[in-house]
């Protein structure tokens, strides 16, 4: 083999080996990549079946009921409200009608299966993709208000 040949064939093998190491990183990448919804766009059937992503939003006031370590509860924007099930240990500043983030999967019966709740930190802070999301379903809730009168 002359040492053209082999300088090509050294090559196209690493570009080979750089291909393979890229596409299984891409594909690591996403496998773990978490989206977030609102509740809005769970109801809307945006929310990806038989894949985790994070609904965030209000703990509706009066839904939360608990069963030994299980516990429902729904989450709002104001304008959609999906049920949701944990099974564990809350956070200490989880309260009804306050700011919340949930990553699980979506249920084919409609029901959000959390495996991780995270709650608010302070008084003043909500989760910056949930409190968008309020202020959306608000918005869009006041236009359709207008629009009926």
């Given at each position: ?33 978490v989206f977030f919804f609102t509740p ?31 516990v429902r509860f729904l989450v709002t ?66 236009r359709m208000a207008k629009t009926l009168?």
């Amino acid at each position: 083999m002359k040492p053209r040949h082999k300088r090509l064939a050294v090559i196209a093998l690493g570009l080979a080996a750089l291909g393979v190491a890229a596409a299984l990183v891409l594909n690591a990448f996403e496998q773990n990549l978490v989206f977030f919804f609102t509740p809005s766009q769970v109801a809307a059937n945006e929310a990806p079946q038989g894949r985790t992503f994070r609904i965030g939003g209000m703990v509706q006031s009066g839904s939360v009921q608990r069963s030994g370590v299980e516990v429902r509860f729904l989450v709002t924007d104001t304008a959609k409200t999906i049920p949701v099930l944990y099974n564990g240990a809350l956070p200490d500043l989880f309260r009804e009608g306050k700011g919340v983030v949930a990553q699980g999967q979506l249920g084919p019966d409609g029901v959000f299966r959390a495996r991780e709740v995270l709650a608010k930190h302070d008084e003043n802070y909500m989760p910056p993709e949930a409190a968008e999301a309020v202020k959306r379903a608000q918005e869009t809730a006041d236009r359709m208000a207008k629009t009926l009168k």
